[in-house]
């Protein structure tokens, strides 16, 4: 019992063409942009939304292919909302039980099992309660106890915590994670946020304009992007380069030295952490030392994100003292420096 | 508010209790109140499903549906009875079948007074609904399906709550003009007391002979209109404020 997808979809000119495979008790992460298509993607999944093309089984089950759909309501499946869609004329138990009523359980068992679920969500005694009166996070709970109820195959998250704030998203994470550790299906989440897509995910596919540009755990995805948007997400800064031994010479010229030797066409991705800021040319071990210029800075928690101009351009971080220390206005023309084994280089 | 003022300060209050305790208007206001009930409720049944598909299907047409329903808003009320006359008439299209297979007469029977109303007071429910589906976030019709809801029940369970607000609205508006409904009724049921004369054709007869008597009858049909609006919107409307998400 697992899940395999290839999703065909034309969305006016965006041709979304992907493939997933989830085992079970698996969380994949679809990362990507806003307009990617990977709510695309989910609500094909989900069956509300019926592909172009294609291939979907969950186990031996067909749910798509190019002669059979099967709608929505029939598919075993739960899906957790952006912003939970909770039914506003339900209480929070009814809304709860509501997949248990539509599959045919009586009414007072459905209201006991789902009673068990707000409990082990953490929200026993708010079954009266209407969802307009819980709380974000209680409401997101909600939603996927609601989603959990009736043991699905597969559970479909769309984006389950960006509309948190950010202090309830932290505590509705970890427990997300825990629930979805016990959950034994597939699990699909689609998000744009790295973070979330790191810490609930087993493994992560990058969807950038219809299709899938990375994929893998997110430790790799982390640390080794393959695309600017991935670079961004996870702060690095992206350079495409042509490798000759321990030198890679960048497409947009200028020259990084790296650590260990590699040959042909490589990416080279440079922590912001790593590089070092100067008003002068150093002098010293590093072998990268560049001249660029400030292009602009914005602070990033205790530190000042600083992005420079340049034939190397790089993102550099610099703390608030140091930054003021040395004076540093848009437009200043300073030497940034980062260790060659500080350096992370891999074919593209 | 000034014709209304005028209604009230020109009303006989002090023989008041002997004109209203006329039989006539007892029969009058009766019929009245019943063939709007009556128009209404046949209005719900046709005109919610009419809006759910004007709102939420994609079916090639649905600008001419939309166009035949609205059509009685603008078409005056006396081409709406003669049409209906035309149709449903002793010699009318269906009306001639109904007649000669079925022996059913319409046309001068309440039930003239009611298919009358309901053809010129649908157009109002019809709008309210479609208008209260579209505003409502049909991601929770999303929501139902990934729940195991069929289409049914997500209308019955999720949509039609949801939008209640609005049927209960588009359903006084519907009431409303259906009590009001003077040209269609006229034309094609006739004004017959006891099974076609409604209030607004009392106060015309009664207009011609009894002036004091019509503005009793107009007082009648201003308190039963305000009552019931005031009544409903304590009730159901004062409801659609509250947020709905």
């Given at each position: 019992m697992s899940l395999h997808a290839?999703?065909?979809?034309?969305?006016?000119?965006?041709?979304?063409?992907v493939d997933l495979a989830v085992a079970d008790g698996e969380v994949l992460a679809v990362l990507g942009?806003?307009?990617?298509?990977k709510?695309?993607v989910l609500?094909?999944l989900?069956?509300?939304?019926?592909?172009?093309?294609?291939?979907?089984?969950v186990?031996?089950?067909?749910?798509?292919?190019?002669?059979?759909?099967?709608?929505?309501?029939?598919?075993?499946?739960?899906?957790v909302?952006?912003?939970?869609?909770?039914?506003?004329?339900?209480?929070?138990?009814?809304?709860?039980?509501?997949?248990?009523?539509?599959?045919?359980?009586?009414?007072?068992?459905?209201?006991?099992?789902?009673?068990?679920?707000?409990?082990?969500?953490?929200?026993?005694?708010?079954?009266?309660?209407?969802?307009?009166?819980?709380?974000?996070?209680?409401?997101?709970?909600?939603?996927l106890?609601?989603?959990l109820?009736?043991?699905p195959r597969l559970l479909l998250l769309?984006?389950p915590l960006?509309?948190?704030?950010?202090?309830?998203?932290?505590?509705?994470r970890a427990e997300l994670r825990r629930h979805l550790a016990d959950f034994a299906g597939c699990t699909v989440l689609v998000s744009?946020d790295p973070v979330d897509a790191m810490a609930l995910a087993d493994r992560v596919v990058v969807v950038?304009?219809?299709?899938v540009?990375q994929e893998g755990t997110p430790v790799e995805v982390a640390r080794r992007?393959?695309?600017?948007?991935v670079?961004?997400l996870v702060?690095?800064?992206?350079?495409?380069?042509?490798?000759?031994?321990?030198?890679?010479?960048?497409?947009?010229?200028?020259?990084?030295?790296?650590?260990?030797?590699?040959?042909?066409?490589?990416?080279?991705?440079?922590?912001?952490?790593?590089?070092?800021?100067?008003?002068?040319?150093?002098?010293?071990?590093?072998?990268?030392?560049?001249?660029?210029?400030?292009?602009?800075?914005?602070?990033?928690?205790?530190?000042?994100?600083?992005?420079?101009?340049?034939?190397?351009?790089?993102?550099?971080?610099?703390?608030?003292?140091?930054?003021?220390?040395?004076?540093?206005?848009?437009?200043?023309?300073?030497?940034?420096?980062?260790?060659?084994?500080?350096?992370?280089?891999?074919?593209? | 508010?000034?014709?209304?003022?005028?209604?009230?300060?020109?009303?006989?209050?002090?023989?008041?209790?002997?004109?209203?305790?006329?039989?006539?208007?007892?029969?009058?206001?009766?019929?009245?109140?019943?063939?709007?009930?009556?128009?209404?409720?046949?209005?719900?049944?046709?005109?919610?499903?009419?809006?759910?598909?004007?709102?939420?299907?994609?079916?090639?047409?649905?600008?001419?549906?939309?166009?035949?329903?609205?059509?009685?808003?603008?078409?005056?009320?006396?081409?709406?009875?003669?049409?209906?006359?035309?149709?449903?008439?002793?010699?009318?299209?269906?009306?001639?079948?109904?007649?000669?297979?079925?022996?059913?007469?319409?046309?001068?029977?309440?039930?003239?007074?009611?298919?009358?109303?309901?053809?010129?007071?649908?157009?109002?429910?019809?709008?309210?609904?479609?208008?209260?589906?579209?505003?409502?976030?049909?991601?929770?019709?999303?929501?139902?399906?990934?729940?195991?809801?069929?289409?049914?029940?997500?209308?019955?369970?999720?949509?039609?709550?949801?939008?209640?607000?609005?049927?209960?609205?588009?359903?006084?508006?519907?009431?409303?003009?259906?009590?009001?409904?003077?040209?269609?009724?006229?034309?094609?049921?006739?004004?017959?007391?006891?099974?076609?004369?409604?209030?607004?054709?009392?106060?015309?007869?009664?207009?011609?002979?009894?002036?004091?008597?019509?503005?009793?009858?107009?007082?009648?049909?201003?308190?039963?209109?305000?009552?019931?609006?005031?009544?409903?919107?304590?009730?159901?409307?004062?409801?659609?404020?509250?947020?709905?998400?």
């Amino acid at each position: 019992m697992s899940l395999h997808a290839h999703v065909v979809v034309r969305r006016g000119v965006l041709l979304v063409d992907v493939d997933l495979a989830v085992a079970d008790g698996e969380v994949l992460a679809v990362l990507g942009p806003n307009g990617a298509g990977k709510s695309t993607v989910l609500r094909v999944l989900a069956g509300l939304l019926p592909p172009d093309g294609g291939r979907v089984t969950v186990g031996a089950d067909v749910w798509d292919d190019d002669t059979h759909h099967l709608p929505a309501h029939e598919r075993p499946l739960g899906m957790v909302f952006q912003d939970h869609l909770l039914f506003p004329h339900l209480s929070v138990r009814d809304n709860v039980a509501f997949g248990l009523r539509t599959r045919g359980v009586r009414r007072a068992p459905a209201r006991a099992t789902a009673e068990g679920w707000l409990g082990r969500v953490g929200l026993a005694g708010f079954g009266d309660r209407r969802p307009t009166q819980l709380s974000g996070g209680q409401a997101q709970r909600a939603a996927l106890a609601r989603a959990l109820v009736g043991e699905p195959r597969l559970l479909l998250l769309d984006e389950p915590l960006s509309a948190l704030d950010a202090r309830t998203r932290l505590t509705v994470r970890a427990e997300l994670r825990r629930h979805l550790a016990d959950f034994a299906g597939c699990t699909v989440l689609v998000s744009h946020d790295p973070v979330d897509a790191m810490a609930l995910a087993d493994r992560v596919v990058v969807v950038e304009d219809g299709v899938v540009v990375q994929e893998g755990t997110p430790v790799e995805v982390a640390r080794r992007p393959r695309t600017d948007y991935v670079a961004r997400l996870v702060g690095l800064s992206l350079l495409p380069g042509t490798a000759s031994g321990t030198t890679v010479a960048l497409d947009g010229g200028g020259e990084v030295a790296v650590a260990e030797p590699a040959q042909g066409p490589v990416l080279v991705a440079v922590r912001p952490e790593t590089v070092s800021l100067y008003l002068s040319r150093p002098d010293g071990s590093p072998r990268n030392v560049w001249p660029a210029t400030l292009a602009g800075a914005t602070p990033h928690g205790s530190t000042v994100r600083c992005d420079l101009a340049g034939a190397v351009p790089l993102t550099a971080d610099v703390t608030a003292t140091a930054f003021a220390e040395m004076g540093l206005v848009p437009g200043a023309q300073v030497w940034a420096s980062v260790k060659a084994s500080e350096v992370a280089v891999y074919p593209r | 508010m000034l014709p209304l003022l005028g209604l009230l300060i020109r009303a006989p209050w002090s023989d008041l209790w002997p004109q209203l305790t006329e039989p006539q208007v007892g029969q009058a206001l009766r019929l009245s109140l019943v063939s709007a009930t009556l128009a209404t409720l046949v209005s719900l049944v046709l005109g919610v499903p009419i809006a759910w598909v004007l709102a939420r299907s994609t079916i090639p047409g649905r600008s001419v549906l939309r166009a035949l329903v609205t059509v009685p808003l603008v078409l005056p009320p006396v081409v709406g009875g003669v049409a209906l006359f035309l149709v449903l008439g002793r010699q009318g299209i269906i009306g001639r079948v109904l007649h000669e297979q079925f022996d059913v007469t319409i046309p001068f029977t309440t039930t003239a007074v009611v298919i009358a109303e309901t053809f010129v007071a649908m157009p109002f429910l019809v709008i309210s609904v479609e208008g209260a589906l579209r505003a409502a976030d049909a991601r929770f019709e999303d929501a139902a399906a990934t729940l195991g809801a069929d289409r049914w029940t997500t209308f019955r369970r999720v949509t039609l709550p949801l939008v209640a607000p609005g049927v209960a609205a588009g359903a006084v508006l519907c009431w409303a003009r259906a009590l009001g409904e003077f040209g269609a009724t006229i034309t094609f049921a006739g004004n017959f007391p006891g099974t076609t004369q409604t209030m607004p054709l009392a106060v015309y007869l009664a207009l011609q002979s009894n002036p004091e008597g019509a503005i009793v009858l107009s007082l009648v049909l201003l308190f039963v209109s305000l009552a019931t609006l005031l009544l409903l919107r304590d009730r159901w409307l004062g409801r659609s404020g509250s947020p709905v998400t």
